[in-house]
């Protein structure tokens, strides 16, 4: 057969098209299996065995004597595993694992920007603060003073809730067509910090023996302890005999514990809630809460000044607190004025001197006080003027006494003036090019290291705008997706609640409150990227009715596990509380670039804020360990292949007594409480009467120190 004729019959060019690619796939694979199969094995390899960071427990903090200050507890958390997650049943899931947390007084951690029932003042002037020369003559106008500080809307009614706690604790609502109010919710509260012999018993409080001799059998097992004490018996005559019976435990627990023998439930639980403010505030992080809290000082008359807001942004509230913060020091500091101008003014009155001063970067040195003159020379050239270096710092000298006497005669200053004075004051006078040079790409990134040393103002130096401005604007873009850029800044926080609820297809049989539980739970599942086989934490420390309720519905919970961690627990409570610091996310761009950049954090870890937290981070982290497991092609975890233990950061001991320190706090607590009412401070030592009120004395310090060594012993402010 001709090959014109074969070619005829298409069925032939059919046979020759597959067969040339069949030999064009197997020539292909011959290449990705022979050629280069050592290298796409080696990668598989690599994309098949992964790494997960377990946490390591921070190091523990003791005084001079021992006492722990701060130490680390075992706490069950709340893990999403995304991979194991059906993006179409993440509702589902969200919806159950969410009414669990919420029945039991769970606080999940909270990162969706859209609150329901907060408070805000209708009229927000009266409600300044002012500092009012003292004086026992007329009162001066507040026209005249100076505003100082700033109460919010909650904290006002936080405070008058604790004022009227025991009718509070009684009061009911009617909140998405059921009746509520926070019996339930305050107990749970308490009894995560303290022990309390008190049930809820048909919505009333009752006191609970049982969890007194629970106690005891712990605590009494030893054969010593078995045997009733003395101390515990009282001896009654009953016609001459001697009648011998137990102390009523919870008589006794109320003494030990200083309450007076005579309360009942409700006023042991309305008096612990007074005792710190602490617990009132955690319950007013539950929207429900804060509409009951409403409605009964609505009801009662006790305020007129509070609007309830429905619906509202996180972050629109917090900029405003920064703002009035800022505002109360800094009257040049109003909500129109910029973060740009914010930070350049706040950089001039405290931070300016350091910045010019010093020299940064090691490879390539950044020296803000030699730019500054080279800026200034453009405008004067003949500027008589150096900066000279000196070892991680910089001095200021004159070069010219003729062109520097002249200067100084221009400028109406003394030829006494120092020339870092003189540059200083030259700069101020050039406004437009001090504030080019603080927020200079080379220079800000210090400018913010060096501010931060006085005041936290909350501003990106890489957008130049408040963080809570920057961070709604980007969630919204991210997660509301708007078809014109910019046009985010355009939704409220009620449209943007509503068109979560159609995008994300929930029913409107769930109530705002169950929908608000949900998306904090979608929030912590959106941050999970592409590393689906890395945990992340939903909620920390919860009980173990919690867990025991996640696992019983483990059916329901696909890619939800409970894991046991380290968390940070200061056991005694306040005690030197501003020198130990605290624990928060990496936020500022600062902790950015040296934490994650630099020291190779992960996005989510904690790290010390502020005191020695904060000044012996790289002492106390510890260092993480590891799980090594094996993933499929999709991320999903296979099998855990091999475990590295974490190792505990190390052990930390201050000179501080603990013993003095709380005495030093007490003291001058009671100090100041004494100076604002002109009182007396009672003391063993002789007693301090003050002849003058100082009304708005509301700060001070106190520092107690070994004359011998130097040590410092406590340290109060």
Not at 227 to 256: A, C, M, R
Not at 487 to 504: G, H, I, P, Q, V
Not at 548 to 568: C, D, F, K, Q
Not at 684 to 712: C, H, I, P, Q
Request: glycine share 4%; aromatic share 10%.
């Amino acid at each position: 057969m001709s090959l014109p004729k074969f070619l005829k019959n298409r069925y032939n060019i059919l046979y020759i098209v597959i067969v040339f690619m069949l030999c064009v796939l197997g020539f292909r694979m011959a290449v990705l299996t022979i050629v280069e199969g050592e290298e796409y094995r080696a990668a598989a390899d690599i994309k098949k065995i992964k790494d997960i960071p377990v946490k390591a427990p921070r190091g523990k903090i003791l005084d001079r004597n021992g006492v722990l200050l701060a130490d680390n507890v075992s706490s069950f958390t709340v893990q999403m595993f995304k991979d194991e997650i059906n993006p179409k049943k993440f509702n589902d899931i969200s919806y159950v694992l969410s009414k669990i947390l919420d029945d039991n007084g769970e606080r999940p951690i909270d990162e969706f920007p859209i609150e329901l029932y907060t408070f805000d003042y209708i009229d927000e002037s009266i409600e300044k603060a002012y500092r009012i020369n003292e004086s026992s003559e007329s009162q001066v106008s507040t026209d005249a003073a100076e505003a100082v500080s700033y109460v919010t809307a909650e904290e006002k009614v936080i405070q008058t809730v604790k004022n009227n706690v025991d009718e509070w604790l009684n009061f009911a609502t009617e909140i998405y067509g059921k009746e509520f109010n926070v019996k339930k919710r305050a107990l749970d509260t308490l009894k995560r910090d303290v022990e309390l012999p008190i049930r809820l018993e048909n919505n009333q409080f009752v006191f609970d023996i049982s969890e007194i001799e629970n106690k005891d059998e712990v605590t009494d097992s030893s054969p010593e302890n078995s045997v009733v004490q003395p101390s515990d018996i009282q001896t009654v005559t009953n016609g001459g005999e001697i009648v011998e019976s137990k102390e009523d435990p919870i008589k006794k627990w109320l003494s030990e514990n200083g309450f007076n023998e005579e309360l009942n439930p409700e006023q042991v639980v309305a008096k612990q809630l007074g005792k710190n403010n602490k617990y009132l505030s955690r319950l007013f992080s539950n929207s429900k809460v804060r509409k009951l809290s409403y409605d009964f000082i609505m009801s009662k008359g006790l305020e007129s000044n509070i609007n309830l807001v429905e619906y509202s942004f996180v972050q629109d509230e917090y900029f405003k607190n920064i703002k009035r913060s800022l505002n109360a020091n800094h009257e040049e500091i109003t909500m129109s004025s910029s973060a740009k101008d914010d930070f350049v003014l706040l950089t001039m009155k405290y931070s300016l001197d350091s910045l010019l001063q010093k020299v940064y970067g090691s490879e390539i040195k950044i020296m803000p006080g030699a730019m500054l003159i080279e800026r200034l020379k453009e405008i004067y050239p003949d500027l008589p003027v150096q900066f000279v270096e000196d070892n991680g710092s910089g001095s200021f000298e004159f070069t010219d006494a003729d062109v520097k006497e002249k200067y100084l005669s221009r400028n109406n200053m003394e030829q006494e003036t120092e020339p870092y004075s003189f540059i200083k004051q030259l700069s101020f006078k050039n406004y437009e090019l001090l504030k080019n040079l603080i927020t200079d790409d080379a220079v800000k990134y210090y400018s913010q290291v060096e501010l931060l040393k006085y005041e936290n103002p909350s501003i990106s130096i890489s957008e130049w705008d408040y963080t809570p401005v920057r961070d709604k604007k980007n969630w919204l873009e991210k997660n509301l997706k708007p078809e014109s850029k910019g046009k985010s800044a355009d939704y409220t926080a009620e449209e943007a609640f509503d068109t979560l609820r159609k995008t994300l297809e929930i029913s409107d049989e769930i109530n705002d409150y169950e929908m608000r539980n949900m998306m904090v739970i979608r929030e912590r599942y959106s941050k999970t990227s592409y590393l689906s086989y890395h945990p992340v934490d939903i909620c920390y420390s919860i009980s173990e009715k919690s867990v025991a309720m996640i696992s019983e519905r483990s059916h329901e919970l696909t890619g939800i596990s409970v894991e046991i961690e380290p968390l940070r627990y200061y056991p005694q409570d306040d005690v030197a509380a501003h020198a130990i610091g605290y624990l928060g996310k990496i936020a500022q761009d600062y902790e950015v670039q040296d934490y994650i950049v630099g020291k190779g954090y992960s996005p989510d870890d904690i790290i010390g804020k502020t005191g020695l937290e904060e000044k012996f981070e790289d002492y106390l982290r510890g260092e993480k360990g590891k799980k090594t497991v094996e993933v499929n092609n999709v991320g999903r975890t296979i099998r855990s292949v091999s475990s590295q233990a974490p190792v505990p950061g190390d052990y930390f001991h201050l000179t501080i007594d603990s013993r003095l320190q709380k005495a030093a706090q007490d003291a001058l607590k009671k100090g100041l409480e004494q100076i604002q009412i002109g009182g007396t401070f009672d003391s063993k030592w002789g007693n301090f009467v003050f002849k003058d009120k100082y009304e708005n004395a509301k700060s001070g310090a106190l520092v107690v120190l070994d004359v011998k060594t130097g040590e410092v012993l406590a340290m109060a402010n």
